[in-house]
């Protein structure tokens, strides 16, 4: 078996190691690391428990899950023995009474509390159970001057394991160790901004957010280059994976397992064998996710909602016209889905988080619905023919220049709302969009469009922006000041501190290239791969 190395994350792996070894210098900061299922959150904490070594310190990683307390209890109390004893030069079995007869003789008064707190939950006594058990940790501290770090993976599913009035008890915990640290993993984002806010929300112990988002692109074509025949692909197919995946490393690992086993049926065998055929893995994924709305009275409108999303008409006013439904009836359906995170909200626009369930919704689910016959050959060859079809649109765009597609996507501006950043802009209609040249030697790639009011400048730089560039483009935009100017740098490589700095003080907005690539999306157009 091939071993493929651990791609990316350096910054989240780093501000792991730092706020761990804080710990040991009086600096307690929690962490909530969130992000979509499938995009490697999980993976980031298993790469660093692998790696991470320190004496002083007792990783308690642990998979949240539906469970009677009594199991999670054991569980908890097992893990975290388990991983005391881990350095002691004791051969270690995965049994709680070798564990505790074991650690007995180092940690007497924390087994006393341990042996309570099992006698408890026998007798089902459960007032103050989970607190006991996280205060095991200072317990420990107290006795051998070690830390431990807390790791609950999902952490949400505790909801479920009978304690009342768990946030209210686990806040109360949060303010008074001083000795252990906590990090929450969740791919419900939505739900654990608002635990974290008002359930959570400390003076002291609170939680610093660690948004974990796909594959970059060079991160992206780096992992599928592990894959032996993937690098035989042409470029070109290459970058449409990557396109097609959104970077997720799920996607990418599926589809160059693929192309290992099959390598003679090419890409849209593989795509057919995941996504179409019933017994693929994500057909089945994604038959059983849909399942979660089968429950509600609103399940189809639910689904039509996805689908129409998935079909482009991603605002409310499209959708509203589509389904034949007033707008404050869908807005309640629409925050359903936010708050399960199917779907994430920019401006007027809407867009399914998941890219490859957007794709299967429209190209299988719903296929499969219209059909009048159960000719399942017929379906197979109109999916090929799909998959072709976007595989050749995609080869098409790349050749183009970067000015031209951009211009393409400028056309498409109606006067909507998107959110970039942190900040909204207007997608103003323009009546004219061209490419213009200005006198600067290093200015090319310059793009205007004017509506009624206002004039856009946009510059292309294709490699590394630096402060005279900024300073030079900002010189020349001056020369249009008769209209409100949005001056927009987009800097498909990197740039210098300096040259943000600098960006800031002229109002220039600055877009990298995954920037530019949500307004893509959002038009359901292909990503710009660079």
Not at 32 to 55: C, M, N, R, W
Not at 140 to 155: P, R
Request: glycine share 6%.
């Amino acid at each position: 078996m091939v071993e493929y190395k651990f791609l990316g994350r350096q910054q989240q792996l780093e501000t792991l190691e730092k706020r761990i070894r804080g710990l040991k210098q009086g600096y307690r900061q929690n962490i909530a690391v969130v992000g979509d299922e499938l995009v490697g959150k999980t993976s980031i904490i298993h790469q660093f428990l692998s790696k991470f070594y320190d004496p002083g310190i007792i990783l308690i990683y642990l998979e949240a899950r539906p469970e009677s307390l009594a199991a999670f209890t054991k569980r908890f109390i097992g893990v975290l023995l388990y991983n005391f004893l881990l350095n002691s030069g004791i051969p270690l079995k995965e049994d709680l009474n070798f564990l505790i007869g074991k650690s007995s003789r180092f940690i007497p008064r924390t087994i006393e509390k341990i042996n309570h707190v099992l006698n408890s939950v026998e007798k089902r006594k459960k007032n103050d159970i989970f607190a006991e058990l996280l205060g095991l940790c200072e317990t420990i501290n107290a006795e051998t001057s070690k830390f431990c770090v807390v790791i609950f993976d999902e952490f949400h599913n505790l909801e479920s394991i009978g304690v009342n009035n768990l946030y209210e008890e686990w806040s109360k915990v949060l303010l008074t160790q001083k000795n252990t640290m906590n990090i929450i993993i969740s791919s419900m984002k939505f739900k654990t901004r608002s635990i974290l806010s008002k359930n959570l929300s400390l003076l002291f112990g609170n939680f610093e957010m660690m948004e974990v988002e796909p594959f970059d692109i060079k991160t992206s074509e780096d992992y599928l280059s592990q894959k032996k025949l993937i690098t035989g692909l042409k470029p070109g197919l290459k970058n449409f994976i990557v396109n097609f995946t959104g970077g997720y490393p799920f996607y990418l690992e599926l589809i160059g397992n693929s192309l290992l086993k099959s390598p003679e049926g090419g890409l849209v065998e593989a795509l057919e064998g995941l996504l179409f055929e019933s017994s693929g893995i994500l057909h089945q994924r994604f038959s059983n996710y849909l399942k979660r709305f089968l429950d509600s009275p609103s399940s189809q409108e639910y689904i039509s909602i996805l689908y129409s999303i998935s079909s482009g008409h991603n605002k409310i006013k499209d959708i509203s016209h589509i389904m034949r439904k007033p707008q404050r009836e869908l807005n309640l359906r629409i925050n359903s889905l936010l708050e399960l995170d199917c779907i994430s909200r920019s401006g007027d626009f809407l867009k399914i988080n998941d890219r490859v369930l957007g794709f299967w919704l429209r190209f299988v689910y719903q296929q499969k619905l219209d059909s009048l016959t159960y000719d399942a050959k017929n379906q197979k060859a109109l999916f090929r023919d799909y998959i072709q079809g976007l595989i050749t649109d995609f080869l098409k765009q790349e050749e183009k220049p970067v000015i031209d597609r951009v211009t393409e996507l400028f056309r498409l501006f109606g006067d909507d709302i998107v959110q970039i950043d942190t900040k909204k802009l207007r997608l103003d209609h323009f009546k004219e969009i061209k490419p213009i040249e200005l006198s600067g030697r290093s200015l090319k790639d310059i793009l205007i469009g004017r509506s009624n009011d206002s004039v856009w400048i946009m510059a292309i730089k294709p490699d590394m922006l630096t402060e005279d560039f900024v300073a030079e483009f900002s010189r020349e935009c001056r020369r249009y000041r008769n209209k409100t100017q949005k001056k927009i740098i987009v800097t498909l490589r990197d740039c210098d501190c300096n040259a943000r700095l600098r960006a800031l003080e002229e109002k220039i907005w600055m877009w990298d290239l995954n920037n530019l690539n949500q307004i893509f999306d959002l038009f359901s157009k292909p990503r710009l791969i660079v």
